[in-house]
């Protein structure tokens, strides 16, 4: 029993260090966001995005955070980096999309919400492919 359940990053890990970090981070505040709006919906489809959110949240931390081992196998792991990597892909295509709509009235509005919806899966994507070319 000497495996971690959890890879914490550091700074010295090819793979790892500051983006990984920020990337595990925003996803720890995007499932507090998402668990706060499934508490408090404003209307009935929040419910639906604000658990999406939140489940993606936390796919993306173990995706990040689980080092494959014997008890979480390799193929799992991969599987679920790949799902990630998917569901990441999709959440930022959306967050361009609102962005997008949003920029034709209020560009100031525009920007900070592409930085609150656009930053977590960028930074991501980005920590997931730099994990893969580590391997």
Do not use: C
């Given at each position: 029993?000497?495996?971690?359940?959890?890879?914490?990053?550091?700074?010295?890990?090819?793979?790892?260090?500051?983006?990984?970090?920020?990337?595990?981070?925003?996803?720890?505040a995007l499932?507090?966001?998402?668990?706060?709006?499934?508490?408090?919906?404003?209307?009935?489809?929040?419910?639906?995005?604000?658990?999406?959110?939140a489940g993606?949240?936390?796919?993306?931390?173990?995706?990040?955070?689980?080092?494959?081992?014997?008890?979480?196998?390799?193929?799992?792991?991969?599987?679920?980096?790949?799902?990630?990597?998917?569901?990441?892909?999709?959440?930022?295509?959306?967050?361009?999309?609102?962005?997008?709509?949003?920029?034709?009235?209020?560009?100031?509005?525009?920007?900070?919400?592409?930085v609150a919806?656009?930053?977590?899966?960028?930074?991501?994507?980005?920590?997931?492919?730099?994990?893969?070319?580590?391997?």
């Amino acid at each position: 029993m000497s495996e971690t359940a959890v890879s914490i990053p550091r700074r010295r890990e090819r793979g790892g260090g500051l983006l990984l970090a920020a990337a595990v981070l925003l996803n720890v505040a995007l499932f507090g966001i998402g668990v706060y709006f499934e508490r408090h919906p404003r209307d009935s489809h929040d419910r639906w995005s604000a658990a999406g959110v939140a489940g993606v949240a936390l796919l993306n931390s173990a995706a990040l955070t689980v080092p494959p081992s014997r008890t979480a196998g390799a193929r799992f792991i991969a599987r679920a980096r790949r799902i990630a990597f998917l569901a990441n892909s999709l959440l930022l295509f959306v967050a361009l999309l609102i962005v997008g709509i949003e920029a034709l009235v209020d560009a100031r509005l525009a920007t900070l919400h592409g930085v609150a919806l656009g930053l977590p899966p960028l930074l991501t994507i980005a920590a997931l492919r730099r994990q893969a070319r580590a391997r």
